[in-house]
């Protein structure tokens, strides 16, 4: 390709536009690659539908100075513009790359306009992953997509560190609103009995007392007595329904119980529980750490896995987790001394033992730890192998091929992806990449090193290799070191449910899993990492 330059873009070799439109040339969602105005695209577009009626057998069109490859989306189009020079070949790549990417995307409940405008930002930022100012970069599907959806932990701790602060003050400020409504209720109870109690002494004053008859004054007493009063009146009154409350409390009162009592009882009856919360969080975090040498030796291969818990509510502290770990041959596991390890060993249940307080609340427990140890290579999930030769020719560059085989036989690991394998280069130079299968490669100029990507290993895609060719001595590029990452179990641990441990209940919960290799190296013969 020619150097980005600015002034005419169409003797460029680059990709101006990619965008996903309708048959009808209407754009849903367009990324430019080059300074063009949208009018100028949208011009483009709308004169592709009168081409394609006589180009049924074609997926490319070429008018004036463009170049219009498409793949038809079922009602809709993805339409990638470039001009003439441009390399066809790689943009035909470049368009099955963003195909992938969009079926992916777009994969529960098909490809449609709305769903097109509901993941429209996350399409133009995987076009951008994907093409840089109108060039491709080497990235595949699952790169883009694992880019997308990567979150980070530290992020979803502080929010629910936030969310947990806004609970906390809005509890607290329905608490205090519910005591100043209890001292206003028992402060005008208290006026009102003071003035009742007021009236009947100005009657009893007013009577004159040598002239009263034993008759009149029980009559006088009845009239006196409000309880009594209230209870003589049956026709309607204005403000029934508060007087009917007051009569609860003063019924409550003559019964023996205190009012604050009551009102304690009618703040647990509103009481409320925010149900966008889910009660427990469960994370399972593993870890690999291995090293194998160049010729295939196991040295070392070692998962250690950690079950955290998050309890967010008090309902969920008599919890019982039921987590399954399939066959669990091989596999060691250390509970925390407040958890049931009779019914963890019979069941793989995870609860406090029996009498106990429970689970804490508001505070990360790490329930249990478990390690797997391979000892026999049959149980690996991989091997990887290295050739190292004379080129044949010249007999003055090395030539070095990996191989990465799946190991159908293993037990434990159904899949591996988004495996990478980094080469440091030293002080050389970008070797010569003369085969590559199943993978794809990429020299990062910066870091000097060869990052050699794998999108996944599993029984229908059982091996992937690489041959380079490079001055520099063989032995002196190791280590080689091996990431992976993906977001589940690589020994298949999941929750299967979480009940009560009282009610039997289902609780709601979230699950998060992680899988990373914290230390895997291809080392030279049998030296240590």
Known sequence: YQRRVHGDFTKIMVIYSACICTKAGKILVARQFVPISKIKIEEHISTLPKHLESRHQHTQIEIDNLRYLYIPIQELLLVLISNKSSNVIEDMEILKLLYGIVIEKCKDGGVSDKKIMENAFELILAFDDVITLGYRESVSVGQVMEYLEMDSSEEKSAIRRANDKINEAKELAKKKGQEIDKKKRLKALEEKNALKNKKGLDKTESTPLLTTSSKEVKMASKAEDPIKAKKMGKGMKLGAKSTRKESKSEKGTAEGKPEAALFAEEEKA????????????????????????????????????????????????????????????????????????????????????????????????????????????????????????????????????????????????????????????????????????????????????????????????????????????????????????????????????????????????????????????????????
Do not use: R
């Not at 998050?310 to 001394?337: C, R, W």
């Not at 190292?388 to 085989?405: D, F, Q, W």
């Open 270 to 529: 509103t009481a409320k529980i925010n149900p966008l919360v889910e009660t427990i969080s469960i994370s399972l975090d593993e870890k690999i750490f291995a090293s194998m040498s160049k010729d295939g030796d196991l040295l070392k291969f070692e998962v250690k896995g950690d079950a955290y818990l998050y309890v967010n509510d008090a309902s969920g502290a008599n919890a019982e987790i039921h987590l399954s770990m399939g066959d669990t041959k091989g596999i060691t596991f250390q509970l925390h001394p407040n958890l049931n390890k009779s019914l963890w060993m019979s069941k793989q249940i995870i609860t406090t033992k029996q009498g106990g307080s429970g689970f804490p609340v508001g505070v990360q427990l790490e329930a249990i730890k478990y390690t797997y140890i391979v000892t026999n290579p049959a149980d690996l999930p991989f091997l990887i192998t290295v050739w190292s030769s004379k080129e044949e020719k010249t007999g003055k560059l090395n030539v070095v091929t990996l191989e990465v085989e799946y190991n159908i036989n293993n037990t434990k690991f159904s899949s591996i992806e988004n495996m990478k394998v980094i080469i440091p280069l030293g002080v050389t130079k970008q070797p010569q990449i003369t085969k590559l299968e199943n993978s794809e490669a990429n020299f990062v100029e910066k870091e000097n090193k060869l990052e050699w990507s794998i999108d996944k290993l599993d029984s229908s895609h059982t091996t992937a290799s690489l041959e380079i060719k490079t001055a520099t001595d063989p032995a002196s590029l190791y280590p080689f070191d091996i990431k992976v990452s993906y977001p589940y179990s690589i020994l298949g641990a999941k929750i299967e449910k979480v009940l009560s441990a009282d009610s039997k209940q289902a609780i709601a919960y979230a699950e998060k899993k992680s899988m990373t290799c914290k230390s895997y190296q291809i080392v030279l013969d049998h030296q240590s990492i």
